[in-house]
Structures are given as C-alpha cells and as structure tokens.
C-alpha cells in the first residue's frame, strides 16, 4: 500500500470501529441544521422525527424485523439491561427463573446477579471446550418458573457462534421468552431475528462502524417489556427521553451499509483472519487457540500464549504501532481473568496470556504479515525473561 513499516494498526474492533465516511457524512446535518426536537410539533421536529423513522427501517431492515419492534436506546449494555430486566419485571408474577450461560457479556451476566439479589433465580448454563451452549442443557432446565432465556448469538472474545436457532425453538416450543446478545455480530454476520426465532435481541452500532452511544432493542411485536425509563413519551414510552438524533441517523445508515455490503466484508475478512490464525500458530509454540475452528466470526482470532504475560505482549505491540486486546475490553478494565477462557477450560495462568485480535474493513494483508513478523519476536524476548519457560537457555 506505499505505508512505511511505522503505519499504525488498529486490531481491535471488537472494542469499537470508526464510523464509516458515509455515516459521518449523514449525520453532520443534525448537529446544526435539522437540530429540532422530535416531539416538537413544527417543521424542525418533523423533519427530525422523519430521519428518526427512516433510521429505524434501517435498523429494522438489518435483523430483518418489523420498523416497529426497534426500540433504540444508548447503548448493548442498556439493550441488555432493558432485556433483561423489562421481562423480569414483567412476568414477575409467572415465575422468576432465568437461564442464560457462564461466558455471556458481562452487561448480562451483572444485571443477573442484580436480579438473583431481588430474589430472582439464574440458572449458569457451562459452556463445551469451544465455548459452545448445549441446547439440551437449556431444555434441560426449563421449569415451571422459567420466564427468560438469554444466551449470546457469538461470543465476543473468543468469537463462537451460539446454536441460537435451536435454543429459540426451545424457547418457543415452551412457551418461554428468548433473547440473545447480538452486539458482538450483528453488521458482522447475518442475524434474523425469525430463523433465530428470537423475542429480544440486543444491537449495537459501534460495533459496525456506526456512532457510538446508540443501540437497539428488539422486542418482537406482542412481547410485554416495563421500562427503565419513565417520563416521556419518546418510543412509544417504552424508552422515554429526548432521541439523540445524529446517532440514530447514523445507526440507520451504518445498519444499511452493513446489510448490503455483508457478504464481500465476510470475503474479505474471513482469509485475514485465517492468515493471522496460520501465521502464528506456525510460528509459536505454546498456543491455545481458542474458540471454535470454523463457527465463529469472520474477524476474530483469540489466543494464549503460554509463558508470557499477556499485558507484557499487550505493551509491547503497542510500541511496535499495533493495538489489540487481552480480553473484552470490560475485563481489562476490571484487572481480572477472563470468566469466558475460564468457561472454555483455559488454565488461569494462560488465560492471563491471551491476545484478542478482531480485524476491520480498512485492515489489509500487509497489516496481518506485520503482526505474524513482530509477534514471534515480541514472544521470544519475553520467555526469555522467563523463569519457567522450558526453552530458556
């Protein structure tokens, strides 16, 4: 590409992407031109109100649901706590079980244990060595006081794809509501919302190179959900406050980007991914590599790396120019080990060395031969360093 070997490589998408030129482009005029309130009952609030809808058709158009069953929101994490905690409240009176997984986002698995302390029961389901749910152990433990199932649609650390699908039918089959966390695919893989015969579903457009603060619920026509938030009339009063308009515009056009540009993004992802899976792995000895071999998404590599220590690796591809993650970027801000590699089996004392790589649009093949050349070495110097690195000299 004519880029010096000092070119900056961002490696973690998972985290967050930068918004699309076209995104960026469509919001700017509701920051000072169309700035009205939506509720307002005059020219600048329709037009606002407009965008708004149009917006949600996108998004809808994405996950393939009705424009009506989007709700949007700030963010995944309050798409989940809505999910979660709407539903709880809302058939409170039928029973108060919930099944979900032990590798769920922390978003969910928090808002759990806030629900078990008001005297809800949560039900952890384990996961297989490639952090794959059994929907048997999910039929499995379906009592009478089941009212909720939340399990993840992929991972987003180690990048497996959940058997969605087949946990919905479950779900449907007996008469229980269903959500899934779709932040970590949706814009990335196709999710509809029909074949995964869901009733919620949690979406993110930072994710998929939309704005950040903005997200969606989805809740399937029919579905009662309480509010978070009350005092106001904005979506249908199930999510009162003023809509941040520039967001949702960005959202909706994001959404639109990703719906028809999906298949050639996964192309073009998928051989980077495999690329930076063989490189290392060909290079390095000592490597878990995590997730499941081919049901995961396009653009995510996990692994560990045995006898370093992975903030160590973090640091020192920093100084080479190259940003990645150890983890979900919750679990490094809270300095502990991954629940989700401690779920799939990986001991602690190599889950503390994981590298977490999740590839964007913009990355190219040149990006990925710079991390296979610069990794080994990094990995080198510090097993060097190493008191029980049976290779040390």
Known sequence: MGESSAKKIYLDHIATTPCHPKVVDAMQPYFREIFGNPQSDHEFGWQAKMAIEEARAKVAGLIKSLPQEII????????????????????????????????????????????????????????????????????NNITEETILISIMHSNNEIGTIEPVAEIGKIAKERGIIFHTDAAASAGTVLVDVNELNVDLMSVSAHKYYGPKGIGALYVRKGVRITPLIHGGVQEAGRRTGIENVPGIVGFGVASELADKDMEVRRNYLTPLRDKLTKGILERIDHVYYNGHPSERLPNNVNIAIEYVEGESMLLSMMKEGIATASASTCTMMSLETSH????????????????????????TEEDIERVINVLPNIVERLRAMSAIYPGRQ
């Open 340 to 363: 989700v590699l401690q779920g799939i089996g990986v001991p602690p004392h190599v889950a503390n060395s994981s590298l977490v790589f999740s590839i964007g649009i913009d990355n």
């Open 72 to 139: 949007f929101v700030s963010s995944g994490t309050e798409a989940n706590n809505f999910a979660l905690k709407g539903i709880a409240n809302a058939f409170e009176k039928k029973g108060k079980h919930i099944i979900t997984s032990s590798i769920e986002h922390r978003s969910v698995l928090t808002t759990l244990k806030f629900l078990e302390k008001s005297g809800y029961k949560v039900t952890y389901l384990p996961v297989d060595k490639y952090g794959v749910v059994d929907p048997d152990d999910v039929r």
